[in-house]
């Protein structure tokens, strides 16, 4: 590799974006290795004497579950012989679907690359020595010419998917003796409980395992319905999801494609059709340019608020914006005021959160620029509320504004922009927030107020792309391969040329629509099959706080599910969401119900344990 291909970063760039292309062929071998390991179905046969624990979902928090059992067992006095048997619906193990090394390296995780470390931190028993965080990694199996790597810097999903690989063959070379492990490529369709162990189905057939414990790990596994009627119109193309990304290379050049959602899902689908047709983007004076290819698609999307998500900076964790008003103590406080009932979210929460960000925004505004609170709420989380018709008749105008702002601000940072602040203490009110929200520390009401009003919009400030992404999204508005026509959310019919979408100031009429959004789970709708089987025999039930019907799993705040109290059935990650508040990320340290299924399991497949057990009976 060529120091030369650095320059630009050198020149313009903050911070580096890493990618598979920058590692050495040792640091990427591990693909194969696990992928070479990786049976179906019809491989597996039961042996005997032998008990069997089943983790359903390869991605990250399979792996994080997996390397936490291992770890117990090896310290474990003996154990009997003991298949872990691990399905994923690929082979891509720890990568899950999100971060597959498969897909193109323009697809980038959100935050900085020092934000991300596979290996449990805490003080626990560790069977892997060398337990790299990704810094580390990138460090050790980068191509000697690269540059220095900053924890700032951010990376493609691409190789960090490579990472969680390397980190599973780390694992599977030092499975402790009478363990093994079988990554099995198949979905797993429905589970049935015996007495005291669990019976699998997939590929329509039995498995002839009685399997002792079994983990649920499915992350994003949900669909999204169809646009009303769609299927009864063949000549329109609607996808339910963007992902697999490359499905979308069956889009003709230059054709028209509506989106619903401007989240990072949109970001994805957007550098997919272009940069990923061959366009390129390019520094011009300070300014980056999209020159492009000429086999673009021209994107029109829209949403419920027809806004972008907020660029961010490479900022770590212990640059955590210190509360002043939202604090443990407030929450506390409410708590012990309403002791008889559960918090209410308008009441005791919005009225502290809009303090604290107020606060934020005006401890950098200059004396005369300081903010009342709604106006302050306002800019952050509404900012096209108050558009005319004249505004809204050539909303795209007003989006490359916004975008352009968002720019300028981002590129001043949390210390010198009130915005950028406000976002910060925003993004640490959400965080917050958990404490609040977790296993219905709310009325029924507040749960759903927040989750359908305040959620999505405090997640569009804090969890927002790459400011790089950003800049590249502003790029595609200006050359109009981005064309930001709806300001209000559009309604949509079916014509005999296809699907129109339109509100007061726009219509237009498409052939191709994706849903960009990531599917929310609705156990009542079946919208994941196995857990809509799952619903069906009662083995999983819906959390409903008061009236609120979450569409969510019910499980206890162990990860095991309410109904099967003394099952060793457990939940962890997405799937807990409702439960918990933003379980879907990376992250090993928040809600890791895969730690506490691991200790169990450990303990019931111990001699030692089933000494006790027996004795306690
Ligand atoms: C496009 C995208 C980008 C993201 N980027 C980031 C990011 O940058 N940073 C971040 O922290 N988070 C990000 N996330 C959130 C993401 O969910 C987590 O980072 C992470 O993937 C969660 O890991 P997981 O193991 O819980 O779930 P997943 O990664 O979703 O893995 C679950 C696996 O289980 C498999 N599976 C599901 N059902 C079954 C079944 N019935 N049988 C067998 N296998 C099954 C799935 O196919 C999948 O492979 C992103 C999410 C998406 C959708």
Redesign the pocket.
Known sequence: MDQSTFSEYRKNKKCMIWQSKHITQHGLKSKKIISDKTIEIKDLRPSPATECIAI???????FYALERLLAQLKDAESTTNLEIHI????SFFAC????RPDQPDYLL???AIGNIDAWEVQQAPQIVTQRLNLTEWIKHNKHEQCPEVNPRDFAS?ELVGYYLMDCLQHVVQVVPKNVSIRLIS???EDIIESTSTYTLYADNQRLPFAYESILL?????YHNSYLENAQQHAHVTCFNSA?PIRQLDLIPDQADVAIQGYG??FT?VALHLTEGRGGRFEYQHNELIYIPSGREPILYPYSRNNLMMLPRSGMLPEEKYELIFFTDHYIDSVRQRNRENKISFKKDIAPILQKEIQYAYNRLAREDDGLTEMEVIDKLFFPNKDLDSPQLENYHQYMLEITQYMQEEAAKGISASPFMLAVHACRACLLQMAKVYNFCGMDGKSHEYFDRKWSSNMNRLSFGPPAENSKKIHALLKAGYIQAKYGKLPAFRFNSNGLELFNDYYTKTFQYHIDGR?AKPNLAAANNH?YGNLFKSGMVRELINDSYHTGSIAIHSDGTLIGKENSMLYVY??PTEGNVLDN????RKSYNFGNIWAHKTASLVTTKYKKQYEHSL
């Open positions: 359903v979902g390869g991605g990250p928090k399979g399905f994923n619906t690929n899950g679907q999100n971060y995780i959100n935050y999903r198949t979905q797993v790990v499915t992350g994003n596994s992902y990072l899902t994805d990531i196995l990650g997405t879907d990320t990376l992250s």
